[in-house]
């Protein structure tokens, strides 16, 4: 696209608005572009730009040194990142820029820091440490540098993969069956599919396949009571409910008024009977107490960092620090001791985040079961064999997108021992 004077101030404008990261990036566009009257190849040209400049945020600032304003940062991100070359740029360029601009384009990667190359800040990379190597933090960080491919999951209880699937390549477009999960679509450009006939009758529902294999590793069965602890918008909800054929009862539990209320029109285009919505104010009120020792299978999807997101919230790394993670370790495993209340002797309970830190994976489980002698942990990698996901997991499930091309998921599978006694619920 051509570079002018005013698509430049555009992305300059955005960016100081964004760049203090008071608020996530996405939502911060989404109300500048609510401002702005511009066309659609502008949006385009700042969305994917804003994007850009916070996936290679580290490097940026280094390459402006002391000066990281949203000018330098942009016209550095567009001749190292953005395809663009000094020629086209040259008109916007002021004294001074186009050969510190040639220096930008010339830095060697592998002479910086770690936490620069990786694009992940030092106290995330601490966290890491002891339980990866360099080159598999850098492999990690350098994963979460491009966008996500667009994922989809097929609703088993109105169409089969083969079907969507016939019907995507029949239109031409670009659609493969996800290699883990069995009934996940991936899309390798992303076209808007909300007016998409699949999506409007419930067919398909956008979710990542990493997200996808916590449903396996429930498993819920057609009669099952399950419940659902930190549903949200129902991400993985609406898949539990397909997977139990729209039978038993499942109860689809979360704090957040506003994100229940998104599940809704979710919920209406999926067919789904057997979800029950149910508002709670922390995870010990008292509207649960009556489901304790009754629940065959229950999902815990904790509220995390959302580190294992950064393809999609780039912005994620830098909003997060150790104190908020501290503080989501609190919650964790509180609404983990909370929510295995729910299990009756024999039932089974998985633990996730999408987060890749293992203060807020390994940690809280190991303290957990510490804690709980009634529970033993079930290997997440035997599950996923017999559904026939081929995976190399073992204890747990651990999906990185270096490794897997899913965002990252943690996940746990627990199980409350049969000869629990009543006290002990
Ligand atoms: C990781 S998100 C869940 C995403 C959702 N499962 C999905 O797939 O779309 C964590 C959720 O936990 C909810 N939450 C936070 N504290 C909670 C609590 N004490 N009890 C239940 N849910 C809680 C948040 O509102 C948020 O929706």
Sequence with gaps: MLLTEYRLDLVIR????????????????RHFFQHERIGSKERALVAET?????????FLEQACA?????????????IRFGGYNLRELEPLLMHGESSWLGQVKAISLATLPLPVQAELPEWVIEQLQPTMSDEMILALGRSMQSPAPLDLRVNTLLATRDEVLQTFQSEGMDALPTPYSPIGIRLK????LAGHPLFLSGKIEVQDEGSQLLG?????????????????????????GAMMQSQGRLYALDVSEKR?????????????????PQLISHENDSRIKRLYGKIDRVLV?????????SRRNPDIKFRQSPESVTGYTRMQASILASASKLLKPGGRLVYATCSFLPQENHAIIDAFLTEHPAFIQRPAGEILAQNKIPMESKTFLQLLPSLHGTDAFFAAVLERVKTTSPQEI
């Design 50 to 58: 804003i994007f850009g400049v916070l996936r290679h945020r580290l």
């Design 66 to 78: 002391q000066e990281a304003t949203p000018r330098r940062m942009t016209l550095a991100y567009w």
């Design 260 to 276: 229940l209320a998104n599940l809704k029109p979710r919920l209406k285009r999926s067919g789904l009977s057997n979800l029950h």
């Design 216 to 240: 396996y590793l429930l498993a819920p069965k057609r009669s099952d009571m399950v419940v659902d602890f930190c549903a949200g918008a129902g991400g993985k909800t609406l898949m539990l």
């Design 301 to 309: 999807d904790a509220p995390c960092s959302g580190l294992g997101t």
């Design 14 to 29: 955005a960016l100081r608005s964004i760049l203090p990261l008071e608020h996530p990036a996405d939502a911060t566009l």
């Design 189 to 192: 450009n992303k076209p808007a």
